[in-house]
């Protein structure tokens, strides 16, 4: 009887939070459109920091709706945190992902059910700013732009620096910086980020992440 009750009282929360996100669906669709739909940089950008400003789970709302009509792939299912916001509509977001407050996105790929704690930049690889024959550095729209790919049921520590990919299931540390492709199932620590062990299931994480 307790379990059938606590399924229906599921049921009905999800479906109520189906009606809210619709809701800032018809809201956020008329920047959505300024924007292109993503395809118009500059207006998306201008969109893109407003609602990383906008606060509470008002905010949460407003940020899902937009990325769900300008992302290249976004879960109403997931939650974007205040003061945090994807710098390239190309990214996509997947299911049940948690992004944390004051992080930056640029070409993520992020699955499903991913936990990013605050502060994290996951940056479009690399070689974003190239040097030319006298040592200058170039601007960006030189520079080589990347997916960088979080598989699911990671978690990525607090002011992690990811510029490259992380496998399925993997814990990266706080304050770590990803510079190499991280393995499935993996725990990295450190700058640059390595190995230290597996990902154990049923494990709390550890003090570093």
């Known amino acids: 009887m307790g379990l ?28 959505a459109a300024l924007s292109g739909f993503g395809r118009w940089r500059p207006v998306y950008t201008i969109f893109a920091h407003g609602y990383s400003l ?12 937009f990325y769900q009509c300008t992302l290249a792939k976004c879960s109403w299912l ?14 996509r977001l997947g299911a049940g992902v948690y992004i944390g407050s004051y992080c930056v996105l ?20 690399s070689r974003q700013h190239a040097r030319d024959g006298a040592g200058r550095i170039s601007s960006s729209v030189k520079g ?24 399925a299931g993997s ?22 980020a390595r190995v230290i062990g597996p990902a154990r299931s049923g494990a709390a994480e550890t003090p570093a992440s």
């Open 106 to 125: 640029g070409m993520a790929i992020v699955g499903d059910f991913t936990q990013i704690a605050s502060g994290v930049q996951i940056l479009s690889g």
């Open 4 to 31: 059938a009750r606590e399924r229906s009282h599921t049921r009905l929360k999800l479906a109520f939070k189906a009606i809210l996100h619709a809701v800032f669906l018809v809201l956020a669709f008329p920047s």
């Open 54 to 65: 906008a606060p509470g789970v008002i905010g949460d709302y407003f940020r899902i709706a």
């Open 171 to 192: 814990t990266i540390g706080a304050g770590s910086v990803v510079t190499k492709p991280i393995p499935p199932n993996s725990v990295a620590v450190g700058n640059p």
């Open 78 to 91: 997931s939650r974007v945190s205040f003061g945090s916001f994807f710098a390239h509509p190309e990214a």
């Open 144 to 167: 080589q732009f990347v997916p960088v790919t979080i598989g699911p049921d990671c978690w990525i520590g607090a002011a992690a620096i990811v510029m490259a990919d992380v496998g």
